[in-house]
């Protein structure tokens, strides 16, 4: 089906129209700190049926991936920017704190990014575009001797969401040490 509502869904303008209410209703709740996203809910507030939601989301997880789009593109563009950096140790370093800050920002999207299956193929086309900079990252910190071999975009990212994890179940009192101990384990060892 051709895409006839402007945002390149390929949805109908009225399948196109709840979508983005249903998102909206999303947002609006996440926001307003009611992170349950309960999918009976949003259709209420969306003024929509069920099977509606059910047909653009069929579950939870597939609705937060969708809410995480435009967090995944920050992230894209901020691992690009790293890989250039001229220090790729430092762009490294700064890459990781901007990831650990937006997951720990937005509980739902570290789910997301430590998910290892997704919903919806523009989620796996986005964690694809972050592991293919953050690799070009990595091969340049490699060839400058700051980091070990072996270690892949996709562990980074695992290794990251452990952080995360760790940050949170501490109230953040330790964030800098556990950042400071995954770059140093990250290094060449000794």
């Given at each position: 089906?051709?895409?006839r509502s ?8 009225d399948?196109?129209?709840?979508r983005?209410?249903i ?5 609006e ?7 349950s996203?309960q ?5 209420r507030?969306a003024?929509?049926?069920v ?9 939870r ?5 969708a ?7 920050e ?6 920017a790293a ?9 490294l370093?700064?890459l990781?704190r ?7 920002d ?12 997704d919903a ?8 694809a575009?972050?592991d ?8 340049r910190?490699r ?5 070990r ?9 695992r290794?990251l ?19 400071g ?10």
């Amino acid at each position: 089906m051709a895409a006839r509502s402007g945002q390149g869904t390929g949805l109908r303008p009225d399948a196109a129209r709840n979508r983005a209410r249903i998102l909206q209703v999303a947002r609006e709740r996440v926001a307003g700190g009611d992170n349950s996203l309960q999918l009976n809910v949003i259709a209420r507030l969306a003024g929509v049926g069920v099977g509606t939601v059910y047909r653009h989301f069929p579950d939870r997880h597939a609705l937060v991936e969708a809410l995480s789009v435009e967090r995944f593109r920050e992230l894209v563009e901020q691992a690009r920017a790293a890989s250039s950096a001229e220090d790729a140790l430092e762009g490294l370093r700064g890459l990781l704190r901007f990831t650990l800050d937006l997951a720990l920002d937005d509980p739902d999207f570290a789910t997301v990014l430590s998910s290892a299956g997704d919903a919806r193929a523009q989620t796996s086309g986005m964690k694809a575009e972050l592991d293919e900079a953050v690799a070009v990252l990595l091969d340049r910190a490699r060839l400058s001797g700051a980091i070990r071999g072996g270690v892949e975009a996709d562990d980074v990212r695992r290794l990251l969401c452990g952080v995360e994890h760790a940050v949170r179940s501490g109230e953040g009192e330790r964030r800098e040490l556990y950042l400071g101990v995954l770059l140093e384990g990250l290094r060449p060892p000794r």
